[in-house]
């Protein structure tokens, strides 16, 4: 009977194992999928800031063009 029981705890000892290797390997390829998610979003973070900030020398650039084709245009029709 103690035989018995020594086979089954073993034979419960070498799954629970196993269950802890594939459990230890699916944590590993979590570990990997957050660094590259986390690389990716820190790579998207740049390039969002280099939009707004090309954005934002567009916008003034703009604005510069419309003031002086307004002032173009008031001193046309003020002659």
Same mark, same amino acid.
């Given at each position: 009977?103690?035989?018995?029981?020594?086979?089954?705890?073993? @034979?419960?000892? !070498? #799954?629970?194992k /196993?269950r802890? $290797?594939? +459990?230890? %390997?699916? &944590? @590993?390829?979590? !570990? #990997?999928?957050? /660094?590259a998610? $986390?690389? +990716?979003? %820190?790579? &998207?973070?740049?390039?969002?800031?280099?939009?707004?900030?090309?954005?934002?020398?567009?916008a003034?650039?703009?604005?510069?063009?419309?003031?002086?084709l307004a002032?173009?245009?008031a001193?046309?029709?003020?002659?």
């Amino acid at each position: 009977m103690l035989l018995w029981r020594n086979e089954e705890l073993e @034979r419960e000892l !070498r #799954e629970s194992k /196993r269950r802890e $290797e594939k +459990a230890t %390997e699916e &944590l @590993r390829r979590v !570990r #990997e999928r957050l /660094r590259a998610a $986390e690389e +990716a979003e %820190e790579r &998207l973070c740049f390039e969002l800031g280099e939009l707004e900030a090309e954005s934002l020398c567009q916008a003034r650039d703009y604005s510069r063009r419309i003031t002086d084709l307004a002032e173009q245009l008031a001193r046309v029709q003020v002659r």
